[in-house]
C-alpha cells in the first residue's frame, strides 16, 4: 500500500512527463505492477485487504537478511528455509523474492557539457507517409546542443548520406554556428566499423564534412546509447509530443509544422532538466560556438550510372531524361536531397527537381531534340529519294525549283503526295511539262495532273434532216392585242 503523496508523485511523471512504469518504477523505488496499478488510477483510494497468514511468514525476515548479505536466487533462498523447517512450495518463495530484492538499476554517469562543447545527433522513424501517389518510410533527423537543449529537426524520405550531410547543414544554419564537436551513433554513415579494442573508423565523407565545418566526429561506444541519452529523449519526445495521434495529409505539411512546433513548443518549453527554455539557454551559449564558413560543403553524393537505350537514368524507383546522344553512354550521378546533377565527362548535361514518388518519368523536353530532328533528317531524305524515283528530270525541277522558292521541300513534299492519287507516268509527264512551261511549284503540278484528268471529247459531224414531213410545219399567227392595250396609255 502506497500514501497519497507517492500516488501524486507516480501519477505526475506518467501523465505530465511521460515516463514509462519501468522509469517511475525505478525513480520511486517501487514494484513496476505498484507503478502501473496507481499511475492509471484517477483518484487515491487505500485498498482494504484482509490480513492473511502465510507459511513464508515465519521466514520473511530470514529471507530479507538472506538478501541483504548476497543477491542470491529464489531457489537458493528456498532450499535454505526449507532446511530451517519451511513447508510451502517454491512459487511463494519466488513471488517474495521478487517483490522484496532491491531493484537491479544499472548506474550511469550523468554526463555534463559546457557551453558550445557539443551536439548529439540521431535518427527517428515513424511508419509511412503519402508521396505523390504512393507511400514512403518516414524519417526525421534530430540534433541537440548538449549544453542548452536547443532542437533541430527536420522530417525526410530517406537517411541516405546526402540526407544525413544535409540535415546537418540545415541544422547548422537553423542554430547560426557550429559546436566544437558532435557526438553520433554507431551508423554507417558516420562510422564504417568499430575493430574491437581500437578507434572507430569515420565514414570519409563525414570526416571531410567535419573538418569543412571545424567540428570533431566522437562515437558512442557499442551498446552505449545512453551515452547520447539527450538527443535520444529529444527523438521520443518528438515521436510522443508531435508525431503521436497527428493525421499527416501528405509529406508536404511536414517542413512547416516542423518549424512552427520548434518555435512554439519544443525550444521555449521549461526542460525538465534545467529548468529553463532552451531559446534563453542557448543566447548564453551562442559566444561559445563556431561560426559557419563562408562557403556551403558540397553534400552531393556521387555514383556511377548507364542511360537506357531510351536515354534515361534510373533512381528511388523513378526515371531521368539525359540527351538523346548519350543513350548507353556510361555517366556520372549526383545525388543531393533535393535535385540530381548528371555528368558526362565532368559537363552537366542534365539537371532535375528529384522525386520521391514513383514509377514517375521525369523530361527536359529539350533533351528529345536531337533525336527528333535526326527523325526528321531521315523522313525528308525518304521523301527526297522517292521524288527523284517519279521522273528523270526530277533532280533538275528540284534544282529549279531552289532557284524560286524559299522552301523547295514544302513543294516536293506536296508532288510525292500527288504521286498517290496519280499513277507514276501521270506525275512524271506533268513535271517535263512544268520544265517546258518553266513552271515550278506544287501548284503548277497539280493544275497539269487535274486538266489532263478532264474527259474531252472531238466535236462530230453536222447531220441535216430531210423528211418533207418536218417541212410542212403550221405555225400559229401572233396575238398582237397586246401592243392595242398597250397603245391605250399613250
Known amino acids: 500500500m502506497i500514501d497519497y503523496e507517492t500516488y501524486v508523485q507516480i501519477r505526475n511523471y506518467y501523465t505530465r512527463d511521460h515516463l514509462r512504469y519501468s522509469q517511475v518504477a525505478v525513480k520511486l523505488g517501487l514494484d513496476q505492477r505498484t507503478v502501473a496499478f496507481w499511475a492509471n488510477e484517477k483518484k487515491y483510494h487505500p485498498r482494504k485487504t484482509a490480513f492473511k497468514t502465510s507459511k513464508l511468514d515465519p521466514f520473511k525476515d530470514q529471507i530479507i537478511r538472506l538478501l541483504e548479505t548476497h543477491p542470491y536466487s529464489a531457489k537458493q533462498i528456498f532450499q535454505r528455509i526449507r532446511e530451517d ?148 529523449n529529444a527523438v521520443g519526445y518528438v515521436k510522443k509530443n508531435l508525431l503521436s495521434g497527428l493525421d499527416i495529409p501528405d509529406f508536404s505539411v511536414l517542413e512547416p509544422l516542423a518549424k512552427q512546433w520548434l518555435d512554439t513548443v519544443a525550444n521555449v518549453r521549461i526542460h525538465k532538466e534545467t529548468g529553463k527554455r532552451p531559446i534563453d539557454m542557448f543566447a548564453d551559449e551562442k559566444p561559445y560556438l563556431r561560426g559557419l564558413p563562408v562557403s556551403p560543403y558540397d553534400i552531393g553524393q556521387t ?38 546533377g548528371i555528368y558526362h565527362d565532368s559537363t552537366l ?54 532557284q524560286r522558292r524559299l522552301t523547295p521541300f514544302h513543294h516536293i513534299r506536296k508532288i510525292v503526295a500527288l504521286s498517290e492519287i496519280y499513277s507514276k507516268e501521270q506525275v512524271a509527264l506533268a513535271i517535263e511539262d512544268a520544265i517546258k512551261f518553266d513552271a515550278f511549284s506544287s501548284e503548277y503540278i497539280t493544275n497539269i495532273l487535274e486538266q489532263r484528268s478532264r474527259l474531252t471529247h472531238e466535236p462530230g459531224a453536222l447531220h441535216v434532216t430531210r423528211s418533207s414531213d418536218l417541212l410542212n410545219l403550221t405555225i400559229d399567227p401572233p396575238d398582237l392585242s397586246v401592243y392595242k392595250t398597250g397603245g391605250d396609255h399613250e
Not at 310 to 327: G, H
Open 85 to 232: 523447517g519451511f513447508e510451502g512450495g517454491i512459487t511463494i518463495v519466488e513471488d517474495y523474492v521478487r517483490k522484496i530484492r532491491p531493484p537491479k538499476v544499472k548506474p550511469f554517469l550523468k554526463l555534463v557539457f559546457a557551453p558550445g562543447e557539443c551536439a548529439q545527433v540521431d535518427w527517428g522513424s515513424y511508419g509511412s507517409v503519402r508521396v505523390g501517389s504512393t507511400f514512403r518510410r518516414l524519417s526525421f533527423f534530430v540534433m541537440v546542443l548538449c549544453y542548452c537543449r536547443l532542437m533541430y529537426l527536420e522530417f525526410t524520405l530517406s537517411q541516405t548520406m546526402e540526407h544525413f550531410l544535409g540535415c546537418h547543414q540545415n541544422a547548422f544554419r537553423f542554430f547560426g554556428l557550429v559546436p566544437e564537436k558532435i557526438m553520433v551513433d554507431n551508423l554507417k554513415s558516420a562510422v564504417l566499423k568499430r575493430p574491437l579494442g581500437t578507434s572507430p573508423v569515420f565514414n570519409p565523407g563525414y570526416l571531410d564534412f567535419a573538418s569543412h565545418y571545424g567540428f570533431k566526429i566522437v562515437a558512442c561506444n557499442v551498446g552505449k546509447g545512453n551515452e547520447k541519452g539527450r538527443v535520444e
Open 349 to 402: 548535361v542534365a539537371r532535375h527537381a528529384r522525386s520521391y514518388d514513383r514509377k514517375k518519368d521525369i523530361q527536359n523536353p529539350d533533351h528529345s531534340k536531337v533525336l527528333l530532328e535526326q527523325r526528321k533528317k531521315a523522313a525528308d531524305q525518304a521523301i527526297y529519294m522517292r521524288f527523284l524515283s517519279l521522273s528523270d528530270k526530277a533532280s533538275e525541277y528540284y534544282q529549279q525549283l531552289g
Open 303 to 340: 555514383s556511377q550510372v548507364r542511360a537506357s537505350v531510351q536515354y534515361r537514368v534510373s533512381l528511388d524507383d523513378n526515371r531521368y531524361t539525359v540527351p538523346a546522344q548519350l543513350a548507353g553512354v556510361r555517366l556520372t550521378l549526383r545525388k543531393y536531397p533535393d535535385h540530381l
